[in-house]
Each structure stands twice: as C-alpha cells, then as structure tokens.
C-alpha cells in the first residue's frame, strides 16, 4: 500500500473533513444547512466522516412549506435514521398571511426573500421559533435554545453560478447577514478566518471545490441516500435541482439510478446545460443570484 | 468504473490590464468549456450596448465587476483538455486586492503570469512572480500576451524574457516557459500560431498538461497535526479519536509516535474510519482519526510524528519570511496570533532584519515595521514552545499566517529555529524590576509582621471546578489570621484596552494581567489566590516569571498532566471545598510559608 495515491474524490473528500473539523474546534454555536437536496446531503455525509459517525451540531432546514412533499418525508427519515439534531424554522406569519408568491401576493423573488432569507435570518439569529425534533415522540417541539448560530455551514459549491465562484471555504457576515463582496478575507495554506468579531457570523463552505459531477460520483462511490425526486419515476422527468414546487421544474431526463445520472453529466446532455437552468427565480434576478445572496440567500 | 480523470488548480495573474480575463475567457470559449449558449449570450448583449465584443466578459459574473472593470476577487471556472480538467483561478491585479490574489494562488498547483508585451513588465509582474515562489508554486509559465500589438514581433518577446529572466535569477527562481501568445485573437492559446512561425514551443494548453502535480510526500517524515480530539460519549461510543490531516509521510497501526511540543509518547491502536471498518494505513493528503494504546494528556495543535524519524524543531524563536496584508503595519512587542499547522499560538516580532522591496529588489536596512504589501525577513517570539519545520525540508509544517484584530493579516515561511536565551518577557521583568522604586518595608519584615511569607496560589482544574475550593481556602486562611485575598475579578474587566474576543489572545492577556497584579499584591506581603482553567506549562512559567521573586504554588485538580513537579499538590475531582482548602493550608505550613516559627 505504499503508494496508494489519492484520486481527485479522495482529496475533495480530505480537504471537505479539514474544513468541517475546523469548523467544529473554533465555533461554540455552530448549526449545518441541510436543504435535503443532494450537496447539503453529501455535506452531512462528509460530517459524519469527518466525526466518525456523530453530527455534533443541529442541523437546520428552513421550510417555506412549498417544499416538494417528498423533502420533508425524507429529511424527517434521515434524521430518525441517524440520530440528528434536527431543526426547522418558518416564515409562519407570511405563510398565514398568504403573502407569497403561489398565493399570487407577491413575485417570485420577493417570495424568496421572505420564505427563504428572512426565515433563514431569524431563525439563525433565534429571534424566530426554531421547532426541534423530540427523536421519542417523532415530534418538531419548540427549541428552548435561542442562541444565536456564530457559525453556519453552508452547501454552495463554486460551479454553481457567478456570484458563488467567489466564495471563501470561510465566509464573514456582518450583523445584518451582508457579505462584502469586495473585501473578503485572504485564506492560504489551509489557514482560514475563523476569528470573528462581535456581532458578526462566519458561512463556512466545505463544498466549495466540488462540482456537480464530483457530488454525483461521491454520492454513487460512497452509496449515500438521496432522495428519489433526483430519478425518473417512469415519466421521462427528474429534478436535477431542489426547491419549492411552484418554482422549480423538472428537466426531461430517463435516468433511473446514480450511475446513470453520471453518466449523463459526463458525457450526455446535461454536460454543457447549467444545473440551476431548472429554477425559475435565477432568471428573474437577472440571471446573477446575486442580490439574493447578498442579503442572505443561500 | 471510469478512472476519475485528474484535476489541477492554476492561477492566472499579472499586472492589471495585461489580458488575464482575456486569456481566461479565450481558453474557456476555446476548449469547448463554456455552457450552451454562453458565448452567443454575450456577444448579444455587446451588439445591444454597441460594444465590441470582448472575451474577458465571458467572466464578468458579478455586478460590481462589470461596472468597475477590473477583477476584484478570485473567480474559479472550468475547463478541460484532454490530459486533465482545470479549475482556473483569476487573481486580480490590482495592488490593492493583494490578498484576494494571495488566496487565489494559495489555492493552486500551477500559474500562468501573464505580461503586455505593449507595456513590458510592471510593478505586479515583478511582485506576483515572486508571490508564486513565496507561495510554493513550482509550475509557472509566463504568457507574452497582446503580440498582436507589437505585430508579432520577435525581439520584443525576446528581451521581455530576458529582463524577466534577470529578475528571476535575482530572487534565486528557476527560469521557466516563455510563451508568446495574443489572447485576444487566440494566438498559442489551443494551438501554435501561424502567425508566430518563430516560436517553437508550446502553446498555452501544452504547456499546462505538461505541468505535474506534486508528487504526495508519502516517503517523507511523518507530520500529523493534531487538530481536534474528540470524545462523543452518543450512543455508547468508547473512543478516544486523535482527529487531523496526515501533512506528510504514512503512518500505521502499531506505529510508535511522539507528540510535540510535549514529547509524549505513545502506540497507534486503530486508524479509524466511517462508514468502513479500520483502516491500517493512512497516508499523506489523509483527513483520518487514530485511537493510541495508551491515555495520554495531549492538546490541539501538537504535531504528531513517528518517533523514529527526524522530527521537527521544538523553539519559541524562529526566522522567518513574511508578507504582510494587514491595514495596520506589522510593528515590534505586539501581541498577535500565529496559526502554524493546527496550533494557535500568541506570537511577537522580535527583529525585523530587513525589508524587500519585491519590485525594486532592493533591501532596506533598519526599518522599524513591517507595511502593508511589504515582504521582509524577521525574527518572531512564541509565547510557547511550539513544533515546526524549516521551508525547505517540509513545507507545510512551516507555513504560517498572523491575525491581527481577526483578520489574516500577513503570511509566512520558516526559515530556521533561533535559539536564544532572552525573551520579551525576561526584558519586561528586567526593565520592569529595575525602574520599580522599592518599598521601605522589606519583604522579609512584612513577613514577620503578617506571620507568613507572601504567595500566589494558582488552583487549577477543569472549568470551574477550583472556585469552591478557592473561597474555602481564603475563608479558612482569614480564620487563620493570615493576610489573604481571592483574585475574583474576570480580567478583562480590569485590563483596559485589550478587549477582544479572541480565545487564544484573551487568555495571554488574563495572564499577564494576573501575572502582574500578583507581583504587585505579593510584593505587599499577601497570600494571593486565583483559579485558572487547564493551565499548561508555558502559561505557568509566564505567570512563575511575572511573580518572581515571590513563590507560586501550583494546585491542581483532577489528572495531573504536569511533569517535573510543576503541580505542588494534587486534589481529585471529588474533593470536598473545606478538606480541599485544609489539605492546601497544610501543604502551605509544611513548605514553611505559614510556619509561625518563621516569624521567631
């Protein structure tokens, strides 16, 4: 075994861990994203890699309740299945209010702002009610934890559009969740910023390297579940990307199983089409994301 | 299953304006690299706005770029050839975006310098090639770009090579590729250009898959850092996991290893893995976790290493190559924070030898701090001892980067251990004990009068748990009649000026405040006691220093992880408060500090 050589998964893989486990050393609150699509559901595989079967830390699903039905079985599975600390918050009173976009209230990116970003915002800083899941009774009950999270961890891979290329592994907020675009933190020889002045919060973007096709592969060589919305239910259709019903489309595509869907980002249609091309709010904020993300989007 | 294919960083950097965008946009738009439709997108919207079209705005993705025209931040894109896929880093070239160019090529195997061959070679054609070498990048090819503006001309391309190679040489670097090239037309970018016919070498693409990837270090010494270890008690889990990434060499089971700075030892038990069982190897690249044979006392940021090879340096000294990013100058005795590895350190310059400027290549002499995009040679302190390598025998146990105020501030190379006797602190006390006007009363009459000698009583133990021991003991020596008092006060209540939030600062700063205030309150006859949480060896000696000439007695609570009788008394987590404090009162009056034959 002497010259075992890592491949390019391997070294994705290390350097995600790396990142994950600093993460966990420097941050007291420290809370994962998991939007259970399948970059945050590699992300919490790397996790229980990098500590060695435990997530250590909440993990946080904001649900805008226009999630495809099928995520929220799924999330609830997985964090029975292995033990997680599961968290979700809510934009309740827009919900209630009918104030959003499927409702006819408001356009689709304001929509996000307010299922989306401010949920996320509020329910980050514990100013919003966070439900937790009681794992005896199978049951969301209040979190009587408000703290504030100092540290988010965050799925967004570089590939995925402009804005996110330049992301650092970590990533300063100040107090109203503003990222400085043009004045970001230097990271060299795997020394990130991990000290943070008060009042501010730290993103941390263990995916940072991965494309697409490197989450597929991962996701097939580690045989890590995915939810079945990714495969062809017999209809010649599947989501290659994840989010609420009213705004996301599936793209015409027969590929049943991990592999298959690899094989068609390597080499098939998929190869040169954007992921997002799916996802009808990008073209709206015309086609940067960038305003979303400023303000908090993830 | 298809071999996955390999992958390389490479940075593209250079002064402003020489054509990296460009260059990028061409090898994008050229090697197929582009989604459907990009290209046809852009030229769009340029006939829209009446612009001509140009290959840099292929990258232009956010808004703030587009409007100021220049490349703010790193951006990572994609391509292919046939031997590998490429993440292209674009840095930008600006001076004042120097660390977004520094993490850029921090973050990558190769890199391409891209000079105007219209204007010749610049201030940041100079500082970046130089950056690439302080950075570690061995594969770099310098791009002659814009030929197209000098009508190809070959002499032009010739002596820019030759100024440059001078450079090189004088920075002690390897000469390396030289490619004419005009991104804008695509000359020598995917191919060879028919309209250089006089160079023969290789274009762009070539010259990239002819670069190689660094060999992993797994025939080196082994170099593991310890960065967390972790106990998660969840569901009956039992181990003890030493958690970290293997910088170099191999280790296996069995393997017997020391840990430094603290020259523990011990035997890997399991190499641990998830979801698959052990492993029983792990090698350089690896983010792993072992179990040892045997329980011992060691903390985040030691280096582990296999006890029978060469292992690294264990200094507080060292010289060093630094740059700096900082918007505060670098300036002598000013506590900073050093990240070496996985150890976090609180660090001081001592010595500033020289300052280079990497444009002129002149060295300046005498120069009392260290600016902003300044690169210098210098001499740091580490308030402890800490493990390291020199550059040149493994580099990434000897690189290191400074914060100040939060911020990665400077960046840095060892060059090799110092060995010296005087410290900042030795200077301070000795300033400090000269100017001290002294008190009439001698230690030695207070000592009669108050019937004791003056100590400090350092009790230490897991978080909190000295407190009820510490108020047993000041009420039990009161009852006593002694003169006492229980330091109660968080310090950063009382240190002004020093306020941060930094947990490895923080603590210097409680230190040295109490090693201060301890000096002050013993020197005037009282037994001074205080709590501390896990303090370590380093942290002792400091406040042992700063009390001197007065006594330090060292209590400890719990496992006593202490060598050489640091600790002078060991109580188990269960003590009770008052046989706690009685047990410390009778260690006091047997080590004749509260012998009332003493005041005969």
Same mark, same amino acid.
């Given at each position: 075994m002497k010259n075992k050589t890592l491949s390019k998964l391997d070294d994705l893989e290390a350097q995600s861990v790396y990142i994950l486990r600093e993460a966990y050393r420097e941050f007291k609150s420290l809370a994962m994203l998991w939007s259970i699509g399948k970059d945050s559901t590699v992300l919490l595989w790397l996790a229980r890699k990098a500590f060695l079967g435990h997530v250590p830390f909440p993990l946080v699903h904001i649900d805008t309740s226009y999630k495809i039905p099928e995520m929220i079985t799924y999330r609830d599975q997985l964090a029975r299945e292995w033990n997680l600390n599961m968290i979700y918050g809510q934009n309740t009173e827009a919900i209630k209010a009918k104030h959003t976009f499927p409702e006819g209230a408001i356009d689709r990116l304001s929509c996000c702002k307010l299922l989306k970003t401010e949920a996320l915002r509020h329910t980050l800083a514990g100013d919003w009610p966070r439900y937790r899941l009681n794992h005896q009774t199978s049951q969301y009950e209040l979190d009587t934890n408000k703290e504030p999270y100092t540290g988010v961890i965050v799925g967004v891979r570089a590939d995925e559009e402009g804005s996110r290329s330049k992301e650092r592994y970590f990533s300063p907020r100040d107090r109203n969740n503003d990222w400085d675009v043009g004045d970001q933190p230097p990271e060299l020889w795997n020394q990130f910023k991990t000290d943070f002045a008060p009042g501010t919060h730290l993103r941390i973007h263990p995916l940072l390297d991965w494309t697409e096709l490197n989450i597929w592969e991962y996701i097939e060589r580690e045989n890590i579940p995915i939810t079945s919305l990714y495969f062809d239910q017999g209809n010649g259709k599947r989501y290659r990307s994840l989010g609420c019903y009213p705004c996301t489309f599936p793209v015409e595509s027969t590929a049943r199983t991990v592999h298959e869907i690899v094989e068609e980002l390597r080499t098939g249609k998929f190869a040169n089409i954007a992921e997002r091309a799916g996802r009808a709010q990008d073209k709206d904020d015309g086609g940067g994301l960038e305003t979303l993300r400023r303000d908090g989007y993830m | 299953m298809i071999v996955q294919r390999e992958q390389m960083n490479v940075v593209i950097v250079g002064h402003v304006d020489h054509g990296k965008s460009t260059l990028i946009g061409r090898l994008l738009a050229d090697t197929n690299s582009l989604p459907q439709g990009k290209l046809e997108a852009v030229r769009k919207k340029c006939e829209h706005t009446s612009r001509p079209f140009e290959y840099a705005f292929l990258l232009d993705a956010l808004k703030d770029e587009q409007t100021q025209g220049i490349t703010i931040d790193t951006a990572r894109s994609f391509f292919k050839s046939q031997k590998r896929d490429y993440i292209i880093i674009d840095a930008p070239g600006h001076i004042e975006f120097l660390k977004n160019m520094v993490t850029g090529a921090a973050r990558a195997q190769a890199a391409l310098l891209v000079i105007d061959a219209h204007e010749g070679i610049q201030e940041n054609s100079k500082r970046h090639g130089y950056m690439m070498s302080f950075l570690g990048i061995k594969n770099i090819t310098i791009c002659v770009n814009k030929m197209d503006l000098v009508e190809y001309d070959q002499s032009i391309f010739e002596d820019i090579q030759r100024q440059y190679e001078e450079f090189l040489l004088e920075i002690n670097l390897k000469s390396t590729h030289f490619i004419p090239i005009s991104a804008r037309h695509g000359e020598n970018i995917t191919t060879l250009s028919r309209r250089i016919p006089w160079y023969k070498g290789d274009c762009v693409l070539e010259a990239l898959d002819n670069f190689n990837k660094d060999a992993p270090s797994h025939e080196r010494e082994l170099r593991f850092p310890v960065q967390d270890i972790y106990? @998660? #008690?969840? @569901? *009956? =889990?039992e181990r003890r996991i030493i958690a970290g990434r293997v910088e170099s060499g191999t280790v296996q089971a069995g393997d017997e290893v020391v840990f430094l700075p603290s020259q523990k030892t011990s035997r890997i038990k399991t190499i641990e893995h998830f979801p698959q069982p052990c492993h029983s190897e792990a090698v350089a690249g690896e983010s792993s976790g072992f179990t040892l044979e045997t329980q011992i006392y060691i903390r985040p940021g030691e280096i582990m290493c296999r006890a029978k090879e060469k292992l690294p340096h264990v200094a507080t000294h060292f010289k060093a190559n630094v740059f700096w990013m900082g918007k505060q100058p670098l300036v002598k005795r000013k506590n900073y924070k050093l990240k070496i590895a996985t150890q976090q350190v609180p660090v001081m310059? #001592? =010595?500033?030898i020289h300052v280079l400027d990497a444009c002129e290549l002149s060295s300046i002499q005498n120069k009392g701090q260290v600016d902003r995009h300044d690169v210098a040679e210098c001499i740091f302190e580490t308030l402890k001892s800490i493990a390291f390598d020199d550059i040149h025998f493994i580099a990434q146990t000897a690189r290191f980067v400074i914060v100040d105020n939060y911020e990665i501030a400077g960046g840095g190379i060892i060059l090799a251990p110092v060995y010296v006797q005087d410290s900042v602190l030795g200077q301070h006390i000795e300033e400090r004990e000269f100017k001290w006007e002294r008190s009439g009363i001698t230690p030695d009459k207070r000592a009669m009068k108050y019937q004791h000698k003056s100590v400090l009583v350092i009790i230490d133990g897991p978080l909190s748990t000295g407190r009820p021991i510490a108020k047993a003991l000041e009420e039990t020596l009161f009852k006593l009649g002694k003169f006492t008092y229980l330091l109660g006060v968080p310090s950063h209540l009382l240190a002004? *000026?020093? #306020? #941060?939030?930094d947990r490895v600062l923080n603590r210097v700063y409680h230190l040295q405040q109490l090693g201060e205030l301890a000096r002050v309150l013993t020197d005037a006859g009282l037994i001074l006691i205080t709590t501390i949480a896990d303090i370590d060896k380093d942290e002792l000696n400091m406040l042992r220093s700063l009390n001197r000439p007065s006594k330090t007695v060292v209590v400890r609570i719990g496992f006593n992880h202490f060598e050489h009788n640091d600790a002078h008394l060991i109580l188990s987590e269960e003590e009770g408060a008052h046989s706690g404090a009685d047990k410390i009162v009778n260690f006091l009056i047997k080590s004749l500090l509260l012998d009332p034959e003493y005041s005969i």
């Open positions: - | 106990k @998660f #008690t969840a @569901f *009956g =889990d310059l #001592t =010595d500033i002004s *000026g020093a #306020t #941060t939030n």
